[in-house]
Structure formats: C-alpha cells, structure tokens
Nanobody
Framework: QVHLAESGGGSVQAGGSLTLSCEIA????MAWFRQVPGKEREGVAS????????????DYTDSVKGRFTIFQDSTKMAVNLQMNSLQVADSGMYYC???????????????????WGQGTQVIVSS
C-alpha cells in the first residue's frame, strides 16, 4: 500500500520550530506519532477532519500541549503539525497516519491506522 505523503522535519536547536505536513487522502482521522529507538511509538496529536459535530476536534499527548498545534491547511488536502518551543525530548522519527474512525476515537490506545507515512526525522539539539 502506498504511503501517505509527508514532508517537513529536519534539525533545529532547542526552542526552535518546525512544521510537518501530511496529505489527508480522503481519511477522516489524521494523527502524528513519533518513535525513538528502543521505545514504543507514541501518539503525538490527532485531528478529526470528517463531518459532524466532532469536525475539527484535536487531541494531544500531555508533553506537547501548548507547544504543538495540529490543523487542516487551507486547501483541506493536508494536515500540518506546527511544533514550537521544541525540546531535545521531541527528537525522533515522526509518522503521520490516516484512518476513518469517527472522531478519532481511541487513537492513542488503538494505533491501528489504515495508512501511514514513511516517517520524517526531527532532531532537536541543545
């Protein structure tokens, strides 16, 4: 299955910012996960871009609240993850994922998304 197209990432000093982007490809729930060697993949942020009362609903893991923002871009074809005040602990491989689950239910505890990106590296140095 073809990967979701994602872009962004790179190297930045602590306190800096990066923006990741991922195509929506018709899915209703989009999320970003990250993984570092030796640790399990962690859910970072999700957004429900489907219709209904939950449209636009976002969720974040506690460690990024207030620093990261996930949003649908103006074309409605992609979701972006704006990452501000980056910390060394934010370093890792970031993967976007798409699924059709309603309101992105249980997105962190059931990360069996339908399609994934290939991953983009984020390196934050002190």
């Amino acid at each position: 299955q073809v990967h979701l197209a994602e872009s962004g990432g790179g190297s930045v000093q602590a306190g800096g910012s990066l923006t990741l982007s991922c195509e929506i490809a018709g899915y209703t729930c989009m999320a970003w996960f990250r993984q570092v060697p030796g640790k399990e993949r962690e859910g970072v942020a999700s957004i429900y871009v489907g219709s209904g009362s939950g449209s636009g609903r976002t969720d974040y893991t506690d460690s990024v609240k207030g620093r990261f923002t996930i949003f649908q871009d103006s074309t409605k074809m992609a979701v972006n993850l704006q990452m501000n005040s980056l910390q060394v602990a934010d370093s890792g491989m970031y993967y976007c994922a798409g699924d059709w689950r309603v309101n992105c239910g249980a997105w962190k505890i059931r990360p069996e998304f339908d399609r994934w990106g290939q991953g983009t590296q984020v390196i934050v140095s002190s």
